[in-house]
């Protein structure tokens, strides 16, 4: 009897027996194919990681730029309103002048102040007597070694109606009593009659040290300034007072030259 296993035939239990089956046959269409990964879809992945990573770093930097303007946006909304604060004197003056001709209570309402029958500070009481209301800022300056506040408006009265708003900037005096401080003379001359206010304070570079809003709309500013005379040496300090008519232009504007020094050193008269 002849011996199977040199005939050279093909028996499935040789085949599972030399474990043939555990092999992939690269041609047996029954088989799953093995490959590697190929090079294109290693690409693709890596190019997913990198666009993956770059949304990520956009999106942080988006996140990072709208932070950065609304920080911006609340500091300058915290700058304008630290600004109109500063300014609360001129602002509430302003206000008040507005009801001019109305009662004090009336006028108090609108402008969204209380005023009061004198000043908490002796100085100004001395000073200005003629007065019927006065409101007053909360802080204080110190003018050559006398303390005020810094601002102050005084109001006048005529049957409990209210017929002048007069405001004074102490605080713009801190510095020098001579006022601010410039290189040379200002004429007043140079200004043409017509101006409105804001063109008038652009020529002269100054704030206004003293508003006085009186009826039918008439306004006053007065402007202080000094500057080093050169022939002499000294400080020299003048007060520009301007007014303006119902409509807004300037009617009229004169200077006048202040000698505070010699109402300093003057003597008293017996």
Not at 20 to 32: A, G, T, Y
Not at 112 to 141: H, M, P, R
């Amino acid at each position: 009897m002849a011996d199977k296993n040199n005939t050279g035939e093909f028996s499935m239990d040789g085949y599972f027996n030399e474990r043939l089956s555990e092999d992939v046959e690269p041609m047996n269409p029954f088989e799953i194919q093995e490959t590697e990964p190929s090079k294109k879809s290693k690409k693709g992945k890596r190019n997913l990681g990198k666009k993956l990573k770059n949304v990520n770093f956009k999106s942080k930097k988006t996140v990072i730029i709208a932070a950065a303007v609304l920080v911006l946006i609340l500091l300058l909304i915290i700058f304008i309103w630290l600004s109109k604060r500063r300014n609360d004197g001129a602002r509430y003056a302003k206000l008040l002048s507005q009801n001019i001709g109305r009662s004090v209570r009336t006028a108090e309402k609108k402008a969204g102040i209380d005023l009061k029958e004198e000043s908490d500070y002796a100085t100004l009481n001395q000073l200005y007597i003629s007065y019927q209301a006065i409101a007053e800022s909360k802080k204080d300056c110190k003018i050559q070694g006398v303390h005020l506040p810094e601002w102050a408006i005084f109001c006048n009265t005529e049957a409990s109606e209210l017929t002048s708003v007069t405001y004074y900037n102490y605080e713009l005096l801190e510095d020098s009593i001579f006022g601010t401080e410039r290189k040379s003379y200002l004429d007043p001359n140079l200004i043409p009659t017509g101006s409105t206010v804001k063109e008038v304070e652009k020529k002269l570079d100054l704030e206004p040290y003293r508003i006085q809003y009186q009826q039918g709309k008439i306004q006053l500013r007065e402007y202080r300034y000094c500057y080093d005379d050169k022939e002499s040496g000294d400080v020299v300090s003048y007060a520009i007072t301007a007014k303006w008519n119902e409509d807004g232009e300037l009617a009229e504007i004169k200077d006048i030259r202040r000698n505070y020094i010699g109402t300093l050193l003057a003597s008293p008269e017996a």
